[in-house]
Nanobody, 124 residues
């Protein structure tokens, strides 16, 4: 069982930046594919960003392309999401997810484990 714990959420003004972290338990983090998703009230869960096991390949959702950056530190069992130029439309609960296969994917069904989420609120 892998436990994922997100942190770094909060309230920020439009145009600002925020950095999220997701720390994973276990010894095999370096083999996992990782991703961030988000869910706003009344909306479906949305793909944000994904990174493969060694960090060499990333993909982004269209809504965040060019503003958000996903990265990972396998020595620290942690994946990050740097969010810049935030707008009210980015307000959501942000979830970290992992898959044991190690690949990157934008599909919710590709992920085996999920964190509980961290709230990001962007004021206008």
């Amino acid at each position: 069982q892998v436990q994922l714990v997100e942190s770094g959420g909060g309230l920020v003004q439009a145009g600002g930046s925020l950095s999220l972290s997701c720390r994973a338990s276990g010894r095999t983090f370096s083999t996992y594919g990782m991703a961030w998703f988000r869910q706003a009230p009344g909306k479906d869960r949305e793909f944000v960003a994904t990174i493969n096991w060694n960090g060499e390949h990333t993909d982004y959702g269209e809504a965040v392309q060019g503003r958000f950056t996903i990265s990972r530190d396998n020595a620290r069992n942690t994946v990050y999401l740097q969010m810049n130029s935030l707008g009210p439309e980015d307000t959501a609960v942000y979830y970290c997810a992992s898959n044991r296969a190690g690949y990157r994917s934008s599909l919710i069904s590709a992920y085996d484990y999920w964190g509980r989420g961290t709230q990001v609120t962007v004021s206008s």
